[in-house]
């Protein structure tokens, strides 16, 4: 059974500033690790993804900075803007199994 | 090129009633994983169908059913619907083959009373 601990719960940065999410994970696992960002009324939207044996991944203002040894991964959201405003959930796949265990989320708000 | 699409976007029922929610996945998928999304919560996973068959089943009970299609679609259905069972559930798919990161439709928002 993959658990994840996602943190912060929330967090608050102006325009323009750097937001940063961080996860843990507990069991081994070879598949995707994706960042979703999820807007109210919507279903999560996928943000991106990284698979294990890399240790960063950069698409436009996002970064997933990958640990493998320590089982952490984080996402970095460079130059925040106000439509960055949602809620971020990091998910893990597990070890020879078929779903996705969710963080709790983090409530992410950019100050204009 | 659709992404995965659920319906109805929203449902009430009362306590007892069963209910049926549908997926359609993203255009070159053939695996659909359903999840349950309780308000201020990170999704949890029901189950998985692969080829028609339930390949995996979270923690949920046997209230909780499905059905996979020949074309992929999917169909979640739950009896005696209970008042917790109020959440946003989402649909989930991607190809099964490709180890690819699952897409996730809007959900249904199942109200019950």
């Known amino acids: 059974q993959q658990q994840v601990k996602q943190s912060p719960q929330s967090l608050i940065v102006q325009k323009g500033g750097i937001s940063i999410i961080n996860c843990a994970y507990e069991?081994?696992?070879?598949?995707?690790f994706p960042w979703y960002q999820q807007f109210p009324g919507k279903g999560p939207a996928l943000l991106i993804a990284?698979?294990?044996?890399?240790s960063e991944k950069k698409e436009g203002r996002f970064t997933i900075s990958f640990n493998k040894s320590a089982k952490q991964f984080s996402l970095h959201i460079m130059d925040s803007q106000p439509g960055d405003s949602a809620t971020y959930f990091c998910?893990?796949?597990?070890?020879?199994?078929?779903?996705?265990?969710f963080g709790a989320g983090t409530t992410v708000t950019v100050r204009a | 090129d659709a992404g995965v699409t659920q319906s109805p976007t929203h449902l009430i029922k009362t306590r007892g009633q069963q209910v049926t929610l549908r997926c359609s996945p993203k255009?070159?998928?053939?695996?659909v994983s359903w999840y349950q999304q309780a308000l201020g919560q990170g999704p949890q996973f029901i189950f998985q169908?692969?080829?028609?068959?339930?390949?995996q089943r979270g923690n949920f009970p046997d209230r909780f059913s499905g059905h996979q299609f020949p074309n992929y679609s999917s169909e979640l259905n739950v009896n005696a619907l209970l008042l917790g069972d109020s959440a946003l559930y989402l649909c989930?798919?991607?190809?099964?083959?490709?180890?690819?990161?699952?897409?996730f439709g809007d959900g249904t928002r199942l109200s019950i009373l």
């Open positions: 990284i698979r294990p044996d890399v």
């Open positions: 255009s070159g998928h053939d695996t």
């Open positions: 069991n081994t696992a070879f598949d995707y």
């Open positions: 989930a798919s991607h190809s099964g083959d490709s180890n690819q990161p699952q897409h």
């Open positions: 998910a893990a796949p597990g070890y020879n199994d078929y779903k996705l265990s």
């Open positions: 169908y692969y080829e028609e068959e339930e390949r």
